[in-house]
């Protein structure tokens, strides 16, 4: 009985040990089952932490953090994970901060090919769930000053015959400012 359990793990983990692992960046075609696209470069590392945009009563703040072979359909994947705060005058408009981690409002790990300082994660704003957005991060680093470009699109709308979903559309964060690192 214990040499067939020995078998059983020993299969397990060489099974496990032949997944394919790619560079985040590369785009393999059919990933096989079990793949693993990781961060062997550690390029998301840099936009991890604390962002913040500031500016005439208006504050917007963005936590990120890496999260290692999330896994995704069927295959595992690095990401940034994240979530967001906007308070204008005052007034919190919206902070997600309150949403554990895996129902980020702020997720991915889409590289722009050719540019490791960029790249671009979905975007979720919890009372706008008709929107379907994407937002490109740039990062640079002038002069020790990390800033990341913050560039917010609406890809499209997610259609719902549910009479209770919001109808809004408009976004309630910025689309366009620098965040500088905390």
Known sequence: MKSVLLLIIFAVVSFKSQSPVYTL????????????????NNILNKFEGTWKYSENGKVFTIVLQKVEMVFII???????????????????????????????????????????????????????????????????????????????????YVSSRDPNMSQATDFRVPTNVELIKQ
Not at 25 to 40: A, F, L
Not at 139 to 156: A, M, P, Q, R, V
Request: charged share 25%; hydrophobic share 30%.
């Open 74 to 156: 069927d295959y595992y994947k690095d990401l940034l994970k994240g979530e967001y705060k906007y308070i204008n005058n005052g007034i919190t408009i919206v902070d997600t901060s309150n949403f554990p981690l895996l129902k980020s409002k702020l997720t991915g790990a889409k590289l722009w090919e050719g540019n490791a300082n960029k790249i671009t994660l979905f975007f979720d704003d919890p009372e706008r769930p008709k929107m379907s957005c994407e937002v490109t991060l740039t990062y640079s680093n002038i002069n020790g000053i990390e800033k990341l470009h913050w560039d917010l699109k609406l890809t499209g």
């Open 25 to 40: 960046g590369q785009s393999p075609i059919n990933k096989p089952q079990n793949s693993y696209i990781k961060d062997t």
